[in-house]
């Protein structure tokens, strides 16, 4: 891998600012870009830099997939609007389902995801507005763990030989690359970006997809989805890592109105971690893994089992797929 890592000890956010931005001006030139905003820490700072940058001539686009937590792709927007960023809401849910409709596998879903974003939804907005490039938020770790070959990050392209001009007719620039998330956090605060986005917990770009075992549909990611706005509530205050909830494939039995209800679990994971390379399972409090089942079973329909990791990293992973 021959990309430099800037160590979060050794990094001037505000020289990494000016740097970035320089190197924007000078590599789009005149031209036009578009730029992928998810509302993540990494894609809200590359956001910034990118318009610091070249103001009008950056195109930024929320794509609402489907898969994004509860009310995000209206708060994201709404939020880089008040912070002087124009932002187009693109609605692609039918095109994100169609792709990864009867896949169970967790690489082919990646690629299905990689595949929508990069050729279906990006590729038909740049060649619409003819730009030239792409900005996206990989960061260090995303490139390292798909290298290693633990997983496919979505966003991992030309790290594998993919030529993105040829194949999708845009080239992509990736500005936090060598700033693994506290570094990237760091720069965010520096680029004057709100507490509620530079510090919030990661998430991942397949979204909620990559916390849906088995086959992704509507109707499941439905259920993750309020269940990840429950431990997002509840453990807002623990000062993990990351926190997330888990959808499992299988049904389990439960008991409803005293009958037998085969039903949905869930599984939580809560994480202690620097650089999401290794991680260790919070040690919560018991009333507050009592107080998440409760709400689970009595707010997520058809919830009859919440279950709680605590396996490190390595041998598990932050996300289960």
């Given at each position: 891998m021959d990309i430099r890592e800037i160590r979060t000890e050794d990094l001037n956010p505000e020289q990494f600012i000016n740097e970035q931005v320089a190197k924007i001006k000078a590599?789009?030139?005149?031209?036009?870009?578009?730029?992928?905003?998810?509302?993540?820490?990494?894609?809200?700072?590359?956001?910034?830099?990118?318009?610091?940058?070249?103001g009008k001539r950056l195109i930024t686009v929320f794509v609402e997939n489907g898969i994004m937590r509860e009310g995000e792709p209206r708060h994201i927007v709404g939020l880089f609007r008040s912070l002087g960023v124009p932002v187009r809401l693109v609605d692609a849910r039918k095109e994100f389902f169609s792709a990864l409709k009867g896949i169970t596998d967790p690489e082919e879903k990646r690629e299905a995801i990689t595949q929508t974003f990069y050729k279906t939804v990006f590729g038909r907005l740049v060649k619409k507005s003819r730009a030239q490039y792409l900005f996206q938020g990989t960061n260090y770790t995303d490139v390292e763990e798909t290298v290693a070959g633990i997983k496919r990050q979505h966003n991992i392209l030309g790290q594998l030989g993919i030529d993105t001009r040829k194949r999708y007719g845009y080239k992509v620039i990736e500005p936090v690359i060598q700033l693994r998330k506290t570094g990237v956090r760091s720069v965010g605060k520096a680029l004057g970006l709100p507490e509620e986005i530079y510090n919030r917990p990661p998430f991942p770009g397949p979204a909620l997809t990559t916390r849906v075992i088995g086959e992704v549909t509507p109707d499941k990611i439905k259920l993750v989805r309020k269940a990840t706005t429950i431990v997002e509530q509840e453990l807002a205050s623990s000062g993990a890592f990351q926190y997330l909830a888990i959808l499992h494939n299988d049904r389990v039995t439960g008991i409803r109105k005293n009958r037998r209800d085969f039903g949905h679990q869930i599984e939580v994971r809560c994480w202690e971690s620097t650089d999401a390379v290794t991680g260790t399972p919070t040690r919560l409090p018991y009333e507050t893994l009592e107080r998440l089942a409760g709400r689970m079973v009595s707010e997520v329909p058809g919830v009859v089992s919440v279950t709680y990791n605590i396996t490190k990293k390595p041998p598990s992973t932050i996300e289960p797929i």
């Open positions: 590599e789009v030139g005149d031209g036009l870009a578009i730029n992928a905003l998810s509302g993540g820490v990494d894609s809200s700072v590359v956001t910034m830099l990118a318009h610091r940058a070249l």
